[in-house]
Nanobody, 125 residues
Framework: QVQLVESGGGLVQAGGSQRLSCAASGRTLNNYRMAWFRQTPGKEREFVAAINWSGGITYYADSMKGRFTISRDVAKNTVYLQMRSLKPEDTAVYSC??????????????????WGQGTQVTVSS
């Protein structure tokens, strides 16, 4: 069973950058789809970005394109989310998710089987 552990959250000023990491353990991620979601209190989880582990094809929510970059390091079994030009409205708990199916609907959190514990990102104005 895959286990996910996020890190890299914290407090950052508006306009700054932050890189989140999601370390996977338990098995190889071949044919997995990995994704980042974010959530603020009282709201549904919001899709941020996804990457197919094999091949590295990436997908982004329209509102994240250009500011956020998802990538993976196969040797380290880790997925990253590089965030730039951060805004206060980017403040959220960011969670890493994994699905063993490449047919997983990108933005549907219910189709992802495995979740990390989440990491808080707070952007101050």
């Amino acid at each position: 069973q895959v286990q996910l552990v996020e890190s890299g959250g914290g407090l950052v000023q508006a306009g700054g950058s932050q890189r989140l990491s999601c370390a996977a353990s338990g098995r190889t991620l071949n044919n997995y789809r990995m994704a980042w979601f974010r959530q603020t209190p009282g709201k549904e989880r919001e899709f941020v970005a996804a990457i197919n582990w094999s091949g590295g094809i990436t997908y982004y929510a329209d509102s994240m394109k250009g500011r956020f970059t998802i990538s993976r390091d196969v040797a380290k079994n880790t997925v990253y989310l590089q965030m730039r030009s951060l805004k206060p409205e980017d403040t959220a708990v960011y969670s890493c998710a994994a699905s063993p199916r490449l047919t997983t609907t990108l933005g549907n959190p219910r189709e992802y089987d495995i979740w990390g514990q989440g990491t808080q990102v707070t952007v101050s104005s």
